[in-house]
Antibody, heavy 118, light 110 residues
Framework: EVQLVESGGVLVQPGGSLRLSCAAS????????MSWVRQAPGKGLQWVAS????????YYVDSVKGRFTISRDNAKNSLYLQMNSLRVEDTAVYFC???????????WGQGTLVTVSS | QSVLTQPPSASGTPGQKVTISCSGS????????IHWYQQVPGTAPKLLIY???QRPSGVPDRFSGSKSGTSASLAINGLQSEDEADYYC???????????FGGGTKLTVL
């Protein structure tokens, strides 16, 4: 069964950095777009970033451009999100998600909580 | 403020039909597929409908999707208590080069 397991979420101070990881298993990782979607406490879903199967294309929501970097290692079946210059408003559960296309997500991880606070 | 507009809440009694709307523009729904997700609070979202009206395996046929122009709808027939959840629509946006999500609709089964 497809599995996506996120890790790396912690409490960090504003301005700090963090790297999230997502370990994928039981599917051919390199065949899929991979994305990060976040959900602030009590709020709705917000798409954060997506990366193409071979890593050649990357897309970001405007609010994280220049601060976050999505990457993948197909040899390790892993997805990453490097988060720099973190802001209080980045506080959220971050979900890793798989997509046959960039526009939708057929499997999701359970999420990892990132808290940005002083 | 979400790019795709959904009603914040909806409700129905067991056995009823409920419809949730999602309104957008030509840059998203009008020229791209719409997808729907179900999220029980405290859990990960689940894909419910993809490519406007396709159901993943395991999703009951009580759930159906439709689209017309820049609007889309999710219909739930024969409402059941386990359908109580938050529902989100989503679509690619050609202008933003981003995935737009609706603000979500909280469905209550009375």
């Amino acid at each position: 069964e497809v599995q996506l397991v996120e890790s790396g979420g912690v409490l960090v101070q504003p301005g700090g950095s963090l790297r999230l990881s997502c370990a994928a298993s039981d599917f051919t990782f390199s065949d899929y777009w991979m994305s990060w979607v976040r959900q602030a406490p009590g709020k709705g879903l917000q798409w954060v970033a997506s990366i193409k199967r071979d890593g050649s294309e990357k897309y970001y929501v405007d609010s994280v451009k220049g601060r976050f970097t999505i990457s993948r290692d197909n040899a390790k079946n892993s997805l990453y999100l490097q988060m720099n210059s973190l802001r209080v408003e980045d506080t959220a559960v971050y979900f890793c998600a798989r997509g046959p296309l960039i526009s939708y997500f057929d499997y999701w991880g359970q999420g990892t909580l990132v808290t940005v606070s002083s | 403020q979400s790019v795709l507009t959904q009603p914040p809440s909806a409700s129905g009694t067991p056995g009823q039909k409920v419809t949730i709307s999602c309104s957008g523009s030509n840059s998203n729904i009008g020229n791209n597929y719409i997808h729907w997700y179900q999220q029980v609070p405290g859990t990960a979202p689940k894909l419910l409908i993809y490519r406007d009206n396709q159901r993943p395996s395991g999703v009951p046929d009580r759930f159906s999707g439709s689209k017309s122009g820049t609007s889309a709808s999710l219909a739930i027939n024969g409402l059941q208590s386990e359908d109580e959840a938050d529902y989100y629509c989503a679509a690619w946006d050609n202008i933003l080069s981003a995935v737009d999500f609706g603000g979500g609709t909280k469905l209550t089964v009375l």
